[in-house]
């Protein structure tokens, strides 16, 4: 049986296997043939939903949104389960937004509260798929909450496509709209270190740019004619 059980944009594959119980499986990837287990389904009480001899069947046969799943079992009495909840994730997604700086693309994200979330996980769009280029655990259970990720690996000139993948404990995910940050060629040269006063006389004060990790950097103290200072820092 497939169809898109979760509403998360990706075929699931609802079999029953020897052991008598129903198990979910959902694509790896949009158009995958690959499937990934994602949980064995079970009722209200926690009962795994048995299937001994018969196939299933799912529709929302009372269009109330739900779907409805028809089991038979070996009494050749016909069962029906209905989902007891929509299947989005408990997160509410509040904002999401990206901007380029000279080190990395940056993405931000707020939600306006969480239930049970696990984690948020950061896909770049490569050629016609979306990768993960890294993973932000959630908070589980919050009110109104901010999140940011640096990608630096994304930083070739042209339009970088992003989207958040949001994951809850049991597998079950959701994805957030698509967001693009362009950067020019050139538009974003390398971080400047600014130093002032310029000439000074006994302190001087010197801003770094941030950066994303530890970056080496190299400083030289000039004289006003140009050359090499002799002068060493006092302690």
Known sequence: MLTDYNGDGYLDMLLGNKAGTTV??????????KFKLLNTLTDDKGTNISTPS????????????FFDLYVGNA???????????????????????????????????????????ARFVIERAVGAE??????????????????????????????????LRQEDPDGTVAYSPVVAIVRAAGA?????????PSP?????????PGAVGAVAATAA???????PSTARPRR
């Open 24 to 33: 979910l499986y959902t694509q790896s990837a949009a158009n995958s043939v």
């Open 130 to 163: 979306f990768v993960a280029v890294g993973s932000v655990a959630a908070a589980g259970s919050s009110s109104a909450l901010s999140y940011e990720f640096a990608d630096a690996t994304g930083l070739a000139a042209g339009t970088a496509y992003y989207r």
């Open 75 to 117: 009494n050749g009495t016909l069962l029906r389960y209905e989902q007891t909840q929509p299947a989005p994730l408990p997160v509410t997604l509040t904002a999401f937004t990206g901007q380029a700086t000279a080190r990395a693309n940056v993405l931000r994200w707020a939600t306006a509260s969480e239930k049970n979330s």
């Open 188 to 196: 974003l040269g390398p971080p400047v270190a600014t130093a002032c």
């Open 54 to 65: 018969a196939a299933l069947v799912i529709t929302d046969i009372d269009g109330n949104g």
């Open 221 to 227: 103290l000039l004289t006003t004619a140009g050359s």
């Open 200 to 208: 000074f006389a006994e302190t001087l004060s010197v801003a770094l």
